[in-house]
């Protein structure tokens, strides 16, 4: 991968400025920084799937696998290893190049979900697809096991900007999370991480989470930008819904300042217009989740996405 004129000096004013500037300068920028490393119309196509659905001890008031919410989320113990493969292979023959496996644990604990948890990455991982995980607070050994096994990449996200995240969060600190990104770069897996937005976070708290993903050195490979889908029975149920021009400013200034990154447009793209996804395409996002449910909450269906691709003439990123 190409590294000449990245940065990771950020200042917070800078980042404050790149995200402030006029949208139009702020588009043609992060679009001409996104054809210094990518092939413009190349997206790639990840599949999820929930390997442990709810009944989760923390408190992140957006998420419906929340044990301490009630959502209606069906709680579901650790999946077989068969399932998830038999996933696996079908996600890969509809075109996708990372399939993602996420758990709804506060951390991994070791033991026999643990081992089974990395058989199937060495399953996933012998299909020819990026395995990525989501799996909570890992330690410095058991991210080097989940390398072992072939682990490509890690999510966790830091979610807001450091101010904010004590409204969000009480269970676990900031801190926290970032040792976890450490013991995954550290084993030499890639690092996923990046955020929400819509949980009535101000833009300073935006500019704050993208200074702080964009002053890790390296930057995360990968960068998940959310729109909070909300959820019944979560905290932040009823929150305002963000204007789409916010999505695409946090875009922009994400692809400018972190250029060699994959930027992922995930959750919540179910609620936004076809052309506000195409104005995210434009601000530099270059990945997509793709089947019917995210985790837990819906997600547009194959068909409207291969609809979708046509008509914004994009396509599929094959395995690197
Ligand atoms: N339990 C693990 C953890 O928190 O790291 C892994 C799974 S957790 C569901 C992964 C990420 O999904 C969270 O960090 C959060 O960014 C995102 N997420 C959860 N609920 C969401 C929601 N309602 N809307 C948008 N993003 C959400
Ligand atoms: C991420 O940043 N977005 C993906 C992935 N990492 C795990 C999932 C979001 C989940 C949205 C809520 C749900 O479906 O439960
Ligand atoms: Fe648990 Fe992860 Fe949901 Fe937080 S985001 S409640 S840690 S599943």
Redesign the pocket.
């Known amino acids: 991968m190409q590294t000449h004129g990245l940065r990771y000096n950020w200042t917070r004013e800078e980042v404050r400025t790149i995200y402030k500037s006029l949208l139009l300068n702020l588009l043609f920028t992060a679009q001409a920084a996104h054809r210094q490393y990518f092939v413009p119309g190349e997206v790639q196509l990840c599949q ?1 799937l929930s390997i442990k659905t709810g009944g989760c001890p923390e408190d992140c008031a957006y ?3 929340s044990a301490h919410y009630s959502t209606g989320v069906a709680r579901q113990d650790l999946l077989s290893i068969d399932e998830v493969l038999r996933a696996a292979r079908e996600a890969n023959k509809n075109g996708v190049s990372r399939f ?1 496996m ?1 758990a709804a644990w506060r951390q991994v604990s070791d033991g026999p979900e643990f081992e089974v948890v990395l058989e199937m990455v060495r399953g996933v991982a012998s299909l020819g697809l990026e395995v990525c995980c ?1 799996l909570g607070m890992l330690t410095e050994s058991q991210a080097k096991r989940l390398a072992e096994a072939g682990l490509y990449a890690y ?1 966790h ?1 830091l979610d807001t900007s450091p101010e904010f995240y004590g409204q969000i969060i009480t269970t676990r600190k900031y801190e926290e999370r970032l040792r976890t990104l450490e013991h995954v770069r550290k084993a030499g897996i890639t690092v ?1 991480c ?1 955020g929400i937005i819509g949980m009535g976070e101000s833009d300073e708290d935006r500019i704050a989470l993208l200074h702080q993903l964009a002053t890790l050195q390296p930057h995360p490979e990968s960068v ?1 930008i ?1 729109v909070l ?1 909300r959820v019944q029975g979560t905290p932040l149920a009823d929150v305002d819904p963000v204007d789409p021009l916010i999505l695409i400013r946090t875009m922009a200034a994400a692809r400018i300042l972190m250029p060699s990154s994959r930027l992922r447009l ?2 919540g793209r179910w609620a936004l217009s076809r052309e506000a996804i195409a104005l995210c395409f434009m601000a530099g996002a270059n990945s997509i ?1 793709v089947g019917d ?5 819906p997600n547009p269906s194959r068909l409207e996405d291969e609809v979708l691709l046509e008509e914004l003439d994009l396509k599929p990123m094959h395995h690197a």
């Open positions: 999820l998420c419906p696998q993602c996420g989501t999510n996200n996923c990046g998940p959310n889908v995930s959750a989740f449910k995210l985790l837990t909450t």
